[in-house]
């Protein structure tokens, strides 16, 4: 079966500093994978996706998310966190034969960003 | 482009009411949306996935009868709570592909916040 798993529920970085969120994944072929970001009482936005082909993504706002097969992992990164980046991040993955209709989505990883 | 709206923005009923909520694509066409739950700092639960004219498919667990979903047209579907009680509270997003677009990502609306008192 399909899951998501996202081990670092609540994450905590300084203004400037790198990031990292953790995304693993369970699928039987090759995933459609998404970075979602919801800011509070808001909706999701896309950061970025991963179909196909290279396997370093690059999303909006500064994010690169990298595909790796061998540890079925995608991984979000930011060289720089700004302090408007605190929100909610949840990866998804969805199914790729004859499109998908539905995605699984992470429980999530709440970032704060500290001055 | 690939907006997604939601109205109302939140909502507050009694219980025993219903309520409907819409989801509409106001610049794209969408044959699919998905309505979607999130219980407070937690992930999002598909509902069901609505197709332009057919009934929706739900997900193991969730009540068809309680939550009534029609898609009439290409841009709008409507979610029914019915007969809404204090569980029922949440957060419910939708969300539409485009019938037209490929890559087969969903944008999401803004997300209806309900309240039943």
């Known amino acids: 079966a399909q899951s998501v798993t996202q081990p670092d529920i609540h994450i905590t970085v300084s203004e400037g500093a790198s990031l990292e969120l953790r995304c693993n994944y369970s699928y039987g072929a090759t995933p459609y994978l998404f970075w979602y970001v919801q800011s509070p009482g808001q909706g999701l936005q896309l950061l970025l996706k991963?179909?196909?082909?290279?396997?370093l993504v690059q999303g909006i706002k500064g994010f690169e998310a990298e595909f790796k097969r061998s540890q079925s992992s995608f991984n979000l990164r930011k060289p720089s966190v700004h302090w408007s980046d605190a929100a909610e991040y949840f990866c998804?993955?969805?199914?790729?034969?004859?499109?998908?209709?539905?995605?699984?989505f992470g429980a999530g990883t709440r970032l704060a960003v500290h001055p | 482009g690939a907006v997604v709206s939601q109205h109302p923005s939140w909502v507050i009923c009694k219980s025993g009411t219903s309520v409907k909520i819409e989801c509409r694509s106001l610049d794209f066409q969408a044959t699919t949306m998905f309505w979607y739950r999130q219980f407070p700092k937690q992930s999002l639960m598909l509902m069901a996935t609505?197709?332009?004219?057919?009934?929706?498919?739900?997900e193991q667990g969730v009540e068809k009868d309680k939550f009534l979903i029609n898609h009439a047209s290409l841009t709008l579907s409507t979610l029914t709570v019915t007969s809404a009680h204090p569980e029922d509270s949440s957060f419910y997003i939708c969300?539409?592909?485009?019938?037209?677009?490929?890559?087969?990502?969903?944008?999401f609306g803004p997300g209806t916040r309900l309240t039943v008192t």
């Open positions: 969300s539409a592909r485009d019938r037209v677009a490929g890559g087969g990502e969903q944008y």
């Open positions: 609505s197709n332009e004219g057919s009934k929706a498919t739900y």
């Open positions: 991963y179909f196909s082909g290279d396997t």
């Open positions: 998804a993955v969805g199914a790729r034969a004859g499109g998908y209709n539905k995605l699984i």
